[in-house]
């Protein structure tokens, strides 16, 4: 299991409970009898709403303490010390920094070598090159108000893509508990946008995935000022799979680049004793992100809002660590 700084107590034991009940043959061992391993750093971010793996709080529940029971097991370490995202002699500087922040004990020089990215100690057209790249905010609340803000600064006609929707309630329900499925989705050829679910994990067709809309169309019958669209064709920006073809057995390109058809999906779910479903494109606009859903991804410039103070461990140092060169990429 990867990122397991943000694997609780909990999550573990349900990660255990479930298992034991797939191989119900092994059901008296932990994790089922399969062999499991913790991948992660502990200096990054924590959990949300669980307690961390290494908590020795003694006023655990009972769900926690089958987490810690199980977590108990892992009895052997190894430890990686080659950085891989940051490579080269010309980046020791930055990555000392970042070792600093990941311990949260910045001396002067890689305050000052951070500091000098800082957008007020850049000229204008610097400044002016990333306002198109991916912002990373602390909070959702953030990027809600960033993304459209964007939207609206590029001056762009967007259609506004709502879901189909059945079951009492089922409108009402956030995308976080509807298999992350907005409501109402707003887009345009040309707009950035994040998968929201996995599709195709072996050719990186994954929940965080990002690209760019292409195209969209619509069903040969439909009305396309009223009616919604029937699929959305994307480039994903780290999609390694095959093309995929169209009737006329021509293979699905813009230019060079492949591109992947977005069909709507089907989240069925419940409210209260109500079944209910919503049908959408697994997608969200994709101008800003949270630190958490930046965790794990790599980039080659970003814009980083670190000046408040931090509400949990590591914030910072995640959010900084996402590009593999301080300054961008160079030619």
Not at 95 to 119: I, M, N, T, Y
Request: charged content about 25%; hydrophobic content about 40%.
């Amino acid at each position: 299991m990867d990122e397991t700084s943000i694997l609780g107590l909990q999550t573990l034991a349900w990660v255990d409970q479930r298992l034991r009940e797939v191989f119900p043959e092994n059901r008296d061992e932990f994790f089922g009898g399969l062999s499991v391993i913790l991948i992660g750093d502990f200096f990054q971010l924590p959990p949300i709403f669980n307690k961390p793996l290494y908590s020795t709080r003694d006023d655990l529940k009972d769900i926690e303490m089958v987490g810690r029971n199980a977590y108990l097991l892992f009895d052997k370490s190894v430890f990686l010390t080659t950085i891989q995202r940051q490579q080269g002699e010309d980046q020791a500087p930055f990555r000392r920094a970042l070792k600093e922040l990941r311990k949260a004990d910045v001396s002067v020089p890689p305050w000052e070598l951070l500091a000098s990215s800082c957008s007020v100690k850049l000229s204008p057209v610097e400044v002016g090159s990333f306002a198109d790249v991916l912002r990373i905010y602390p909070t959702k609340a953030q990027v809600v108000e960033y993304n459209p803000q964007h939207m609206l600064s590029l001056d762009s006609p967007a259609i506004r893509v709502k879901a189909k929707y059945e079951g009492v309630g089922a409108e009402r329900v956030k995308s976080s508990n509807a298999g992350n499925l907005a409501k109402r989705l707003h887009l345009y050829v040309g707009y950035r946008v994040m998968l929201t679910r996995n599709l195709w994990a072996d050719v990186a067709l994954v929940n965080g995935a990002q690209g760019t809309v292409y195209d969209i169309s619509w069903s040969n019958s439909a009305d396309v000022l009223r009616g919604p669209p029937e699929v959305i064709i994307v480039g994903f920006d780290d999609y390694s799979g095959p093309a995929f073809t169209i009737p006329s057995r021509d293979e699905l390109r813009r230019g060079e680049d492949l591109v992947i058809p977005i069909l709507r999906v089907r989240q069925e779910f419940t409210v209260g004793a109500n079944s209910c479903y919503r049908e959408q494109f697994p997608l969200l606009v994709n101008y800003a992100i949270t630190v958490h859903k930046s965790q794990g991804i790599t980039l080659d410039k970003v814009v980083c809002n670190i000046s408040a103070p931090e509400f949990a461990s590591s914030l910072s140092c995640v959010a900084v660590s996402r590009v593999k060169i301080l300054g961008g990429p160079r030619d």
